[in-house]
């Protein structure tokens, strides 16, 4: 079965550092990776949407890279703020109307 | 304000008494979707819909129905709930499903516990 594949461990880092998260997927080749930013309790915030053939996005403080050879994505923050310590969502698309999330990883960075 | 709204955000039942989840977008989108949320599980898409009237299952929607009547709602139905559905459910919706478009909007969440 289709699967994304999250770090579930809570990943705990020093402001003003970069974070990086990993995505993983396995037994397809999603078209799109989405990654999105939940706070406790409220509903996922889109981030970024990276296609199969882009190497890397950018936005502000945010890059995700996406490696169809690894069946990899990896989402980072760099410079990172407490205002960052959230859960991560990995999400993929395909046009097909589905979605899979991961279960997502907790960050959590200390002032 | 371009918003995904979802009624009731907290409710508290019982085993097999019907209940109605409703959600409602003013964006225009095309998809809507219903997805719950579970410690360890993460998201899991319950049921989607590409159009008014066009709906089809997610990953998990034994217990659950819906209907698209109109563009902007898109209400999710428990018919006999049971203590295993308890859980966080979320509405999300989008342009269309597909390209660069298919970004998510989700709404506030329900908590729902069923005793």
């Known amino acids: 079965s289709q699967k994304i594949e999250q770090n579930s461990e809570a990943l705990n880092i020093q402001e003003g550092k970069t974070a990086t998260l990993t995505c993983n997927y396995t037994?397809?080749?999603?078209?799109?990776l989405q990654w999105y930013r939940q706070d406790p309790g409220r509903g996922p915030v889109f981030l970024l949407l990276?296609?199969?053939?882009?190497k890397e996005k950018r936005k502000e403080r945010l890059k995700v890279t996406f490696d169809t050879t690894l069946k990899q994505s990896l989402f980072h923050i760099t410079a990172s703020q407490p205002a960052d310590s959230a859960t991560y969502l990995c999400?993929?698309?395909?046009?097909?109307?589905?979605?899979?999330f991961g279960t997502g990883t907790r960050l959590k960075v200390l002032a | 304000e371009a918003q995904v709204t979802q009624n009731p955000r907290y409710l508290i039942t019982v085993t097999g008494k019907k209940l109605t989840v409703t959600c409602s977008q003013n964006?225009?989108?095309?998809?809507m979707s219903w997805y719950r949320q579970d410690p360890g599980l993460g998201l899991r898409q319950i049921y989607y819909?590409?159009?008014?009237?066009?709906?089809d299952k997610g990953d998990v929607p034994e217990g659950y129905k819906v209907s698209r009547k109109e563009k902007r709602n898109f209400p999710l139905i428990l018919e006999s709930p049971s203590p295993n559905q308890t859980s966080l459910y979320f509405c999300?919706?989008?342009?269309?499903?597909?390209?660069?478009?298919?970004?998510?909007?989700f709404g506030p969440g329900t908590r729902l516990t069923v005793l």
């Open positions: 819909s590409m159009n008014v009237e066009v709906t």
């Open positions: 964006m225009n989108h095309e998809y």
């Open positions: 999400a993929r698309s395909s046009g097909t109307y589905k979605y899979i």
């Open positions: 999300a919706s989008s342009l269309s499903s597909s390209g660069d478009t298919d970004t998510q909007y």
């Open positions: 037994n397809y080749s999603p078209a799109y």
């Open positions: 990276i296609r199969e053939n882009e």
